[in-house]
């Protein structure tokens, strides 16, 4: 995040402190130096390198910290300052991509969200999906690409990649399992 976009993201923060009639988040809401506020912005733009919009990636960040597992939509509205448009269309799209789920709470009409328990496995798969219409978009352009020029030495390249990293992910997913396996043993 550059300077201007810190800046004006704690200037957003102290704005709504003030005017919502609450303090500031406490020292037990950071961890080091790094504000709840520049957290959620990190996360935003790491996702929004991954091709998400940076809303999804606040959203993920804040069920993540939220001591409470599940997190209503008021909740969400209230501490991201987001309109319920976007709130419906983010969850949404980290619902499809296998990231949180939608839950009820007893006694509550408004929906609720968390971090879905199975969150890697649905990410090792989606990767995988891609990694696979890739290698696809690649065998097309083996065919249409002049196998001895610079442009067929790189999607030869690429497509021999693809092919290496489709039999890798879920030997790393089954590396993971065995890894988790140890360390809470």
Not at 13 to 41: I, W
Not at 143 to 154: A, F, H
Request: charge should be positive; glycine fraction near 6%.
């Amino acid at each position: 995040m550059s300077q201007k976009e810190q800046e004006f993201a704690e200037s957003k923060h102290r704005s709504r402190s003030r005017t919502s009639g609450t303090a500031p988040r406490s020292d037990a809401r950071k961890e080091g130096t790094v504000s709840r506020v520049k957290y959620l912005e990190r996360m935003a733009a790491f996702f929004e390198r991954g091709g998400f919009p940076r809303m999804a990636g606040r959203i993920f960040g804040l069920l993540l910290t939220e001591p409470d597992e599940l997190v209503s939509t008021s909740a969400i509205l209230k501490r991201l300052h987001a309109s319920r448009g976007s709130v419906s269309t983010m969850t949404r799209i980290l619902i499809e991509h296998g990231m949180i789920e939608k839950t009820a709470r007893q006694g509550r009409r408004e929906d609720h969200f968390r971090v879905k328990a199975d969150a890697l496995p649905s990410l090792f798969a989606k990767r995988l999906e891609i990694v696979q219409d890739f290698k696809a978009i690649m065998a097309d352009a083996m065919r249409l690409t002049e196998c001895e020029s610079r442009n067929g030495r790189m999607v030869k390249e690429l497509t021999e990649f693809y092919e290496w990293f489709e039999k890798r992910l879920p030997e790393l997913e089954k590396e993971w399992e065995l890894e988790k396996a140890k360390r809470n043993s």
